[in-house]
């Protein structure tokens, strides 16, 4: 299994909603990312766990919360988010532990709409 | 720190013509460099990537990069493009040491939009 899957495909919320969005790999990647990209812009990151610990949190506002239950699982649980929030959001995972570079592998990614 | 140039933001290209996407970074240490594909309303694929060897790196569905050190350059090429390989490519660039408080940070460039024509 070589893939990175990422659920839902496509979220639209409220801005008062609770959501989470979910991405799983079962290659035994140790470290796993969450970026945020808009139109027509490269992604950027938000956050990394590497050996399910958080190592990297890019001052990102705190109405995003993520969560790393388990190697396989990564979970980027949102609330009271706003209109500009909107984006694809993107999983990937690499297979060493974030302090080694290393490839990069993403998901499909939700598109994430927020009203 | 890193940095990455795409110089062009769209390369448009009539099928089966060859194609050359720029693609320059900074760095005042040496670096992993990636090139990735997105097509439409679709996730990052990796493309290639050079690490260390042979400065000549073959990809997926056809395409090539080159590391040039001196010009700190990897631009992506293929012979013949096929409408389906329209898509946005993105170069990327890690630093292959262990950076403390950096972790496995990739810098994206801005995005070349390849357009195929027929």
């Known amino acids: 299994d070589t893939e990175v899957t990422q659920t839902p495909k496509h979220l639209v919320m409220g801005m008062t909603n609770k959501k989470s969005l979910k991405c799983e790999q079962h290659?035994?990647?140790?470290?796993m990312y969450w970026y945020k990209q808009k139109a027509k812009k490269p992604p950027e990151l938000m956050f990394v766990?590497?050996?399910?610990?958080?190592?990297i949190n890019e001052s990102v506002p705190s109405r995003f919360s993520p969560e790393c239950p388990n190697s396989s699982l990564l979970n980027l649980h949102l609330h009271a988010l706003q209109p500009e929030d909107s984006a694809l959001y993107l999983c990937a995972t690499s297979p060493r532990g974030a302090k080694l570079a290393d490839t990069q592998y993403f998901g499909p990614g939700t598109r994430l709409t927020v009203l | 720190a890193q940095s990455v140039t795409q110089l062009d933001s769209q390369v448009p290209v009539f099928e089966e013509a060859p194609v050359e996407l720029r693609c320059n970074y900074s760095s005042s240490v040496s670096v992993y460099l990636f090139w990735y594909v997105q097509y439409p309303n679709q996730g990052l694929q990796l493309l290639l990537k050079?690490?260390?060897?042979?400065?000549l790196v073959k990809g997926i569905n056809g395409f090539e990069a080159e590391f040039n050190k001196s010009q700190t350059s990897f631009h992506l090429r293929k012979p013949s493009v096929h409408i389906s390989d329209t898509a946005e490519y993105f170069c990327?660039?890690?630093?292959?040491?262990?950076?403390?408080?950096?972790?496995?940070?990739?810098?994206f460039g801005t995005g070349t939009q390849l357009k195929v024509e027929l």
């Open positions: 050079y690490l260390s060897g042979s400065t």
């Open positions: 766990y590497s050996y399910e610990k958080l190592s």
């Open positions: 990327a660039v890690s630093p292959p040491s262990i950076v403390t408080g950096g972790g496995n940070k990739l810098t």
């Open positions: 290659m035994g990647h140790r470290a």
